[in-house]
């Protein structure tokens, strides 16, 4: 499964109403252990109590033998949690004589929430471990995304809760969001675009961008990029994104130097679990129509070409912004020609669900993209959104939405 729909499918399990964090992570790790796609047999959550100095048993739950229940581990003890701290996720062989008793004999463990100190000693709040039948160098992985997840929405729901005692700090979250988007419409040499971008609360984490250099009318830059998180953290994020793309973009810096730094940055100034999906490129003063870019774990991008009537996918070129503070990127090209479209959009377009919980998914994307393709930009952008927001609506669940259409005008 990919990194970023791995991502989703957990945030989704979570995205319910529930009493608090506890329950949460339960009926997360319920829904993780007894889905056939994650190959897990079974799980259990450990909170930590800093009074006593140890991880208790919270919730167990799979095809094992059961554990005795308020088990305790000692902090002290048990070096794993001391571990978890750095690496997030531990793949090792079980020290505890009672957990070997029980048929632990190997697990992998990953550290959930926020950190706390204790006794000069940062740790989890909550440490989820889980026991399949093949422990494979894959699982660390899988279960990195699946705690970035769960952090991110348990930071989300303590913003929010702060968020309603402070109303008056979204009228400002507001002002930030609309200060990231540029004008929908802009012309550029043979090209013509269009972007709108909807938040599914009073702020979201999408963003779209046109970048230009004072004096260089033969470059543009678009960018349209998803943070991870929710709400105002979300906004402060892609505010900062948008940002930094914008200063390294005036010093003509190459592509794969430009995305390389920005990663370094958020890397440096958020949390692991609070990274961007983006989709960078740009387009030239260029008669053959050529398009840099870089896809960095963004949805795949439509290229509708106009004298076929086909659509390619952009696919990601690279890893995700912010978890890895040593990726490197690169960049790709292709051209467009007259008439051709250049599609941008996030994940919540493909994954608005209607009143059948069924996806809008990228084929009905990729439909009505060659339906509207004979419009202008602005056309076509705004028959995808009214398209989109009629099929969800409804839909309990929802999420920011952006689309931005590039279309090549002139030969």
Avoid at 326 to 333: K, L, P, T
Wanted: with cysteine; glycine share 6%; net charge neutral.
């Amino acid at each position: 499964m990919q990194l970023r729909k791995l991502y989703r499918t957990v945030e989704t399990i979570a995205s319910k109403k529930f009493e608090n964090d506890e329950e949460l992570l339960s009926h997360v790790l319920h829904e993780i252990i007894h889905s056939e796609q994650f190959k897990i047999n079974g799980g259990r959550i450990w909170k930590f109590d800093s009074r006593s100095g140890t991880y208790s048993l919270m919730y167990q739950t799979g095809d094992m033998e059961k554990i005795a229940k308020n088990y305790k581990l000692k902090v002290n003890e048990y070096p794993l949690f001391l571990q978890l701290a750095d690496s997030r996720t531990v793949l090792a062989n079980e020290q505890d004589q009672y957990l070997r008793n029980r048929g632990i004999l190997k697990y992998s463990a990953t550290g959930v929430g926020e950190k706390i100190v204790w006794r000069g000693k940062p740790l989890y709040r909550y440490v989820l471990a889980f026991n399949a039948e093949e422990l494979s160098d894959n699982l660390p992985a899988t279960l990195n995304i699946i705690s970035a997840a769960l952090s991110s929405v348990l930071r989300s729901k303590k913003i929010e809760q702060k968020a309603k005692v402070l109303e008056r700090d979204l009228d400002k979250a507001r002002d930030i969001q609309k200060s990231i988007l540029p004008q929908h419409e802009m012309h550029f040499q043979n090209y013509e675009l269009y972007g709108v971008s909807l938040a599914d609360r009073i702020v979201g984490g999408d963003f779209f961008d046109y970048l230009q250099a004072e004096g260089d009318q033969d470059r543009l830059g678009v960018v349209i990029g998803d943070a991870a998180s929710k709400g105002v953290s979300a906004a402060v994020q892609a505010l900062y994104v948008s940002g930094a793309l914008r200063m390294g973009f005036e010093y003509q810096t190459k592509i794969s130097v430009l995305l390389s730094r920005v990663n370094k940055l958020v890397s440096k100034t958020f949390t692991q679990e609070q990274f961007v999906s983006l989709f960078y490129c740009e387009l030239a003063n260029d008669k053959n129509g050529l398009v840099l870019y870089a896809n960095c774990g963004h949805n795949s991008p439509m290229h509708y070409h106009a004298d076929t009537g086909k659509t390619d996918l952009i696919e990601p070129t690279g890893q995700l912004i912010g978890p890895f503070e040593n990726e490197s990127f690169h960049a790709e090209n292709f051209h467009m020609k007259k008439n051709d479209i250049l599609l941008l959009y996030t994940d919540g377009v493909t994954e608005a669900r209607n009143h059948k919980g069924e996806f809008y998914g990228e084929e009905t994307l990729t439909a009505e993209l060659a339906k509207s393709s004979k419009g202008t930009a602005r056309e076509i952008t705004q028959h995808l959104l009214e398209h989109v927001q009629t099929f969800s609506a409804g839909d309990e669940y929802s999420d920011d939405k952006t689309i931005v259409a590039i279309k090549r005008i002139k030969a």
